[in-house]
């Protein structure tokens, strides 16, 4: 008898699992090995006698670098398959976590920290990819929205480590700190091993005979080709037409949703204890709100893959951007209001915020096809890291200069225009298969 079943719709199984251990992996590696500097800015900085310029451009080196490997990784990516650049990103880390080790000056620093934030960028398009090709529809939403949650637990691991090690009082605890994720990486080097071409982009390439070969190794000897709702699309379309193509209108929407989501999160997330300080939020409730918070963008980020397949995608990110926004609205308007206050509403926003972060790897991986779809990712990851640096170089200028109050209505802002291009542009994906929803014809 004939096997009809598309392979969007088998339960998950434990090549799944393992999948999601795999790419999920990679995210926690990179919330680590992105906030481990922060650890240990300051001996780093003595020991080494560096300049707040190079203190600034050390901070600021692995977000440049995400911006480079986004774009690099999601075009080579489409090119050369997901498997093969699968591998890139932990070496990467592993290499250079290890050299930091040795580091004997600023720019060597510098150099390091730039060439992981382009293993951060291609972690973006391939492990993404690479997931939601695989993964069955019902699953394919909250299994990309947990990886979020998955980076700021290894954002928490890097600082418990990374103090652990400082705690130890060698003088090159330091070093030690900054090597550390190469311990992570050689771990998910090892898992990876054995992980299988995406059959969707073999596809895409004319390779038919290997695509049935991964199928049915997956999904069991009964499943074919035939199982799988996706062909050769009959126009190809490359990430250069994109402006003229239908897709374009996509991109705009992608790349300005996940900006206006990244720059108030990051802009707060880099400077929590100097934001509630100008708050009026001094000492233990300045310390105790910041770890509060950051638990609690977990905490939303969690409700918001629970709900991500209940409410949809577009209700969801729509609903996001209002209620953060007025909760940022509500900072500028009460900035010299009780610590409580404060708190409340900064905790709101945190929490609330959550839909948006998540849906920033879910849109972009369900809304192009197979072709283009790591390049866009790539290319949003990329776009979305010029608004974070910039928003997170502006906040100190804007707190000296224009005060805490303007601060937050600035941030209320770039929310707004979040929220009026998603009920522009933002389409409903949820319940459809990946040819589907990256379809311009429904």
């Known amino acids: 008898m004939a096997n009809h079943q598309s392979v969007e719709d088998v339960p998950l199984n434990a090549f799944h699992q393992l999948l999601c251990v795999r790419s999920g992996g990679g995210w926690v590696l990179d919330g680590y090995v992105l906030s481990i500097i922060g650890v240990a800015m300051v001996p780093l900085a003595a020991a080494l006698e560096l300049t707040s310029f190079w203190q600034g451009m050390i901070a600021a080196s692995a977000l440049i670098g995400i911006f480079f490997g986004g774009f690099l990784g999601g075009l080579l990516t489409g090119r050369l398959g997901r498997q093969k650049l699968y591998f890139f990103g932990p070496a990467i880390f592993v290499l250079c976590s290890l050299a930091q080790f040795w580091a004997s000056s600023g720019i060597e620093l510098f150099a390091l920290r730039f060439l992981i934030g382009i293993g951060v960028g291609f972690e973006y398009p391939v492990a993404g990819s690479l997931l939601v090709e695989f993964m069955p529809k019902k699953y394919r939403g909250p299994r990309l929205a947990m990886l979020t949650i998955l980076w700021f637990a290894g954002a928490a691991l890097a600082y ?74 009959e126009t190809k379309v490359s990430l250069l037409s994109l402006l003229h193509s239908g897709y374009g209108k996509r991109m705009l929407f992608v790349s300005v949703f996940w900006s206006c989501s990244v720059i108030p999160v990051f802009a707060v997330y880099a400077f929590a204890p100097t934001v509630l300080a100008a708050l009026n939020l001094k000492g233990a409730w300045a310390s105790y709100g910041s770890v509060a918070i950051t638990m609690l963008f977990v905490v939303g980020c969690y409700i918001a893959t629970k709900l991500i397949n209940v409410i949809g995608r577009r209700s969801m990110l729509i609903h996001s951007f209002l209620w953060s926004g007025l909760a940022l609205l509500g900072l500028g308007a009460f900035s010299d209001g009780t610590e409580m206050l404060v708190l409340v509403l900064f905790g709101a926003y945190a929490v609330i915020i959550g839909g948006a972060q998540v849906l920033q790897l879910v849109y972009p991986n369900e809304l192009f096809p197979t072709e283009i779809r790591s390049a866009a990712v790539g290319l949003g990851a990329s776009l979305s890291r010029i608004g974070a640096a910039i928003g997170t170089w502006l906040v100190p200028i804007a707190l000296q200069s224009y005060g805490i109050g303007f601060t937050m209505y600035a941030a209320a802002g770039v929310t707004l225009v979040g929220l009026l291009v998603s009920v522009a542009l933002a389409p409903e994906t949820r319940s459809l298969s990946l040819q589907e929803a990256a379809s311009l014809s429904r």
């Open 160 to 233: 418990v480590v990374g103090n652990a090690l400082l705690d130890t009082g060698r003088t090159d605890a330091w070093r030690l700190v900054l090597a550390s994720p190469a311990v992570i990486g050689v771990v998910l080097l090892l898992l990876r091993l054995g992980t299988p071409e995406s059959p969707r982009w073999l596809i895409s390439k004319g390779r038919t005979a290997e695509a049935e070969r991964v199928i049915k190794k997956v999904y069991g000897p009964a499943f074919s080709l035939k199982n799988l709702p996706e062909q050769p699309a």
